[in-house]
T-cell receptor, first 112, second 115 residues
Framework: TQLLEQSPQFLSIQEGENLTVYCNSSSVFSSLQWYRQEPGEGPVLLVTVVTGGEVKKLKRLTFQFGDARKDSSLHITAAQPGDTGLYLCAGGPTDSNYQLIWGAGTKLIIKP | ETGVTQSPTHLIKTRGQQVTLRCSSQSGHNTVSWYQQALGQGPQFIFQYYREEENGRGNFPPRFSGLQFPNYSSELNVNALELDDSALYLC??????????????FGPGTRLTVL
């Protein structure tokens, strides 16, 4: 069974600080997606990475896929209160085109 | 272009009852996936429908069943409800015209409480 472990589970920091969230597995994934979910809403896709070592930037968010495609990280620079939310990673298994394997999420709170 | 919609928003049932949740996919999408998200957890894949047929299933018992209609909307049915079925049920639509992971667009979910 493929699993994705996210860390930390919970993070509360001051506005302006930097942070990194990790998504790790012992399994190889064909792709890795990062989502953000707000209370009462469904997850919203932020980025998809598919190539080992790939780095993608979305404004102050930087996403990296590990060289071996087993792990990923999300780095936020100068966090703002609007970044508050649940950040989820989801991996596409190499043997499936339809099922995503999800992490349990990192609950991020940015205090003004 | 309308997004993914789900109904109802909230639902309260008692143990042993049956429930039907509904999902309208985004315009142009032919694939619908259903997920269960327990409080404080990531979503768990229930099943996926592609062109009205079940295309894959996660580790859920047969009392979880579904349908997809010709207009690609979908239903999730759960029989003999148990307390552990209390969760947010998410529907995601995507467009499957080629191999590989499709971008899934999620609805707001239905919050089911089983008493």
């Amino acid at each position: 069974t493929q699993l994705l472990e996210q860390s930390p589970q919970f993070l509360s920091i001051q506005e302006g600080e930097n942070l990194t969230v990790y998504c790790n597995s012992s399994s190889v994934f064909s792709s890795l997606q990062w989502y953000r979910q707000e209370p009462g809403e469904g997850p919203v896709l932020l980025v998809t990475v598919v190539t080992g070592g790939e780095v993608k930037k979305l404004k102050r968010l930087t996403f990296q896929f590990g060289d071996a495609r087993k792990d990923s990280s999300l780095h936020i620079t100068a966090a703002q209160p609007g970044d508050t939310g649940l950040y989820l990673c989801a991996g596409g298994p190499t043997d499936s085109n339809y099922q995503l394997i999800w992490g349990a999420g990192t609950k991020l709170i940015i205090k003004p | 272009e309308t997004g993914v919609t789900q109904s109802p928003t909230h639902l309260i049932k008692t143990r042993g009852q049956q429930v039907t949740l509904r999902c309208s996919s985004q315009s142009g999408h032919n694939t619908v996936s259903w997920y269960q998200q327990a409080l404080g957890q990531g979503p768990q894949f229930i099943f996926q429908y592609y062109r009205e047929e079940e295309n894959g299933r996660g580790n859920f018992p047969p009392r979880f069943s579904g349908l997809q209609f010709p207009n690609y909307s979908s239903e999730l049915n759960v029989n003999a409800l148990e307390l552990d079925d209390s969760a947010l049920y998410l529907c995601a639509s995507s467009s499957r015209y080629s191999r590989g992971q499709d971008t899934q667009y999620f609805g707001p979910g239905t919050r089911l409480t089983v008493l």
